[in-house]
C-alpha cells in the first residue's frame, strides 16, 4: 500500500548580541497548527566570539524545546480520541 508523504518545514530565526543568542522555532502542521519555542545561549566573557556556535546552542535548545511541545500535542490527542488519560510519551 503506498501512503503519501508529509513534510514539515521547521523555520529558525536568530538574535544575537555579543552576550547571547536566542533562537526561534516554528513548525507549521497539516492539521493547521503552529508549534513554537524558544532556546538561549550565553557567551561566558573569557570565550571567544563565536556566532555559529550560539547558533547551534541555542538552535539545539529551541528544537528540544519544540520536540517535547510535539510530544505533547500527540499526548493531548490520543487522549481526545480514545477518551481517556494514556501514559505520557517520551
Request: hydrophobic share 40%; no cysteine.
Amino acid at each position: 500500500m503506498m501512503h503519501t508523504a508529509v513534510g514539515w518545514h521547521v523555520e529558525m530565526e536568530f538574535e544575537e548580541d555579543s552576550q547571547r543568542t536566542r533562537a526561534a522555532a516554528l513548525v507549521r502542521l497539516p492539521d493547521g497548527a503552529e508549534v513554537r519555542a524558544h532556546g538561549y545561549a550565553s557567551r561566558h566573557p573569557s570565550d571567544k566570539q563565536q556566532a555559529r556556535v550560539g547558533e547551534e546552542i541555542a538552535g539545539a535548545r529551541a528544537l528540544n524545546e519544540l520536540a517535547m511541545k510535539m510530544l505533547t500535542k500527540a499526548h493531548d490527542e490520543i487522549d481526545e480520541a480514545s477518551g481517556r488519560t494514556s501514559h505520557p510519551l517520551t
